[in-house]
């Protein structure tokens, strides 16, 4: 009788063998953040963990396992920090040279240490467009025509570049000038999830009412304020509404931001909004919530509440 060995060359390496146990149940892939199991063990990515809590509460269902359909949610899914650590360990590719290194040395690596990662010129800051691998940047430097430029050709670099920055910089000016108005008042809130009365129901976000300048207050959201159905879309997006449910005597401006609130994990950029509010116009257009990209936003989305601040300024007649 012949035995074949417990082991051939045929077989695959260890190394490939853990990436199909430890990859994410979703994505296929093997994340570089945090993973979550479900109740029986199941890996998923963070990114991917989020996506399916955001996609129940868009469609008004359970969020369930992709392979063993039980019920997920933060309460009943933990992190797997042994699954992390492992992964952290296994090797991956280096995005500019091809060294395979293991994950938690891959950041650094790709970062300070490849020869092949792209790099600036040093007089980028002056105009030079170059961008090439690092090792080739003492033989460009030695060749860069920029130290040699004229003041009033560096000025003009220069100038584009601090247009930029003002460009930047206004909003952070606007909100400074805009702290010395008479009337200022901020308040914490919380975005809570529901369902409009539709035959096929919709998902809206509503605070509670809230006092701001003597008036009553609530703030609205939606998802994909230009898409009817935002659950057949990977790019998601919030907008928001301020409306006033107090009667006033004489119309007034308000400029309003919001940003994030205590215990929020809203990644939120400001962005200073106008609107004027009367009897007539008691709704502000909705805005977008500047959360930066879809999966932000199926971070918001998989909450039970989105927490945030809203700050007023009342502009004076």
């Given amino acids: 009788m012949k035995f074949e060995p417990a082991c051939s060359e045929s077989d695959s390496k260890l190394e490939d063998r853990l990436n199909g146990i430890l990859r994410c149940t979703v994505c296929l892939d093997l994340p570089r953040v945090s993973m979550y199991q479900c109740t029986n063990g199941h890996l998923m990515c963070a990114g991917c963990f989020a996506h399916l809590l955001a996609d129940a509460r868009l469609n008004d269902e359970t969020s369930t396992c992709p392979n063993c359909r039980c019920e997920i949610s933060k309460n009943l899914c933990s992190r797997n920090l042994a699954a992390e ?20 040395m891959l950041e650094n690596h790709e970062g300070e240490k490849c020869l092949e990662r792209l790099t600036n010129c040093e007089y980028d800051k002056i105009g030079c467009p170059w961008r090439g ?5 003492k033989q460009h430097a030695e060749q860069c025509t920029h130290p040699k430029k004229t003041g009033a050709e560096i000025m ?15 909003v952070y000016n606007k909100i400074h000038s805009m702290l010395s108005y008479e009337k200022i008042t901020f308040v914490d809130l919380q975005l809570r999830p529901y369902r409009t009365d539709d ?36 790019k998601r997006s919030l907008t928001y509404q301020l409306i006033l449910k107090s009667r006033v005597a004489n119309p007034f401006d308000v400029h309003y931001l919001i940003v994030q609130g205590p215990y929020g994990e809203m990644n939120v950029m400001p962005a200073i909004y106008k609107s004027r509010f009367s009897n007539e116009n008691f709704e502000s257009d909705y805005e ?7 999966l932000e936003c199926n971070k918001l989305l998989a909450a039970k509440t989105i927490n945030l601040r809203l700050i007023m300024f009342q502009i004076q007649s």
């Fill in 85 to 104: 650590k492992a992964v952290s360990e296994l090797p991956a590719e280096c995005r500019f040279c091809s060294d395979q290194l293991p994950r938690h």
């Fill in 133 to 137: 691998p690092y090792h080739e940047l």
């Fill in 156 to 170: 003009e670099s220069l100038n584009v570049r601090d247009l930029k920055r003002a460009e930047e910089m206004k």
């Fill in 199 to 234: 035959f096929i129901t919709k998902l809206f976000y509503e605070t509670s009412r809230f006092s701001a300048f003597n008036w009553q207050w609530v703030i609205k959201a939606r998802v994909n304020d230009d898409m009817k159905n935002p659950a057949l879309s990977t």
């Fill in 288 to 294: 977008p919530l500047p959360i930066g990209d879809s």
